[in-house]
């Protein structure tokens, strides 16, 4: 299982562009998530998406967009880049424990690199 | 809203000594408790976690100890060796709508272990 993967590694924006973070995860799990890691801010939720078809606000999401058409993938957009969106940002996934009716760990990618420039 | 609060910033241990990171939250629904360790340049990777009806867990040279009435939860490294240089964050579960699987994290601990 290659887990959680995401691209592109990097990329660099001019303020204004627009462009498209892709999440993919094979190990069949419901929930997804986007954050963004900012020195000193630890991990910060932008949306996140309890099933396919479904996305939910998290702490952070002004200028952002995201869907889940399909239970794999989990896609985040920015429609006009700003400076202010520079970050480093992790999709996660997860799934629910019916059995102790509780939530499990949330699995990591390796992360995207952003500047907007 | 819920808030942790994740101390120190920076820690400086000596190789084969102990280190102990400390978090407390706010919200007394939280039930799960999970540290991840960053690696530079990865994304963060699940160590060890402790759910609300468990006081301490341990696996090998970590444990976790959780304090449900002062809410708060600690991190403890034993015989700590130069791998374990990286940034440690403490996280807390919330109830946000439909979804009780969100996390609120701390703003992270860089643990340094000098050889």
């Known amino acids: 299982n290659a887990g959680v993967t995401q691209t592109p590694k990097f990329r660099v924006l001019k303020t204004g562009q627009s462009m498209t973070l892709l999440c993919a995860q094979d190990?069949?799990?419901?929930?997804m998530y986007w954050y963004r890691q900012d020195p000193g801010m630890g991990l910060r939720l932008i949306h996140y998406?309890?099933?396919?078809?479904?996305?939910a606000k998290g702490e952070v999401p002004d200028g952002y967009n995201v869907s889940r058409l399909k239970k794999q993938n989990f896609l985040l957009g920015l429609e006009s880049a700003a400076p202010s969106q520079t970050s480093v940002y992790f999709c996660?996934?997860?799934?629910?424990?019916?059995?102790?009716?509780?939530?499990?760990?949330?699995?990591f990618g390796p992360g995207t690199r952003l500047t907007v420039l | 809203g819920e808030n942790v609060e994740q101390h120190p910033s920076t820690l400086s241990v000596q190789e084969g000594d102990s280190a102990v990171i400390k978090c407390t939250y706010s919200?007394?629904?939280?039930?799960?408790f999970p540290w991840y360790k960053q690696e530079l340049g990865k994304g963060p990777q699940l160590i060890i976690d402790?759910?609300?009806?468990?006081g301490e867990k341990k696996d090998q040279r970590i444990a976790v100890t959780l304090n449900k009435t002062a809410k708060h939860f600690s991190l403890h490294i034993t015989e700590t060796q130069p791998e374990d240089s990286a940034v440690y964050f403490c996280?807390?579960?919330?109830?946000?709508?439909?979804?009780?699987?969100?996390?609120?994290f701390g703003k992270g601990t860089k643990l340094s272990v000098k050889p």
């Open positions: 996660a996934s997860s799934y629910f424990i019916r059995s102790l009716a509780a939530y499990n760990e949330q699995f």
């Open positions: 919200d007394s629904a939280s039930n799960y």
């Open positions: 996280a807390a579960s919330i109830r946000d709508g439909g979804s009780q699987g969100n996390l609120i």
């Open positions: 190990m069949n799990h419901e929930y």
């Open positions: 998406s309890v099933g396919e078809g479904t996305t």
């Open positions: 402790i759910r609300s009806n468990v």
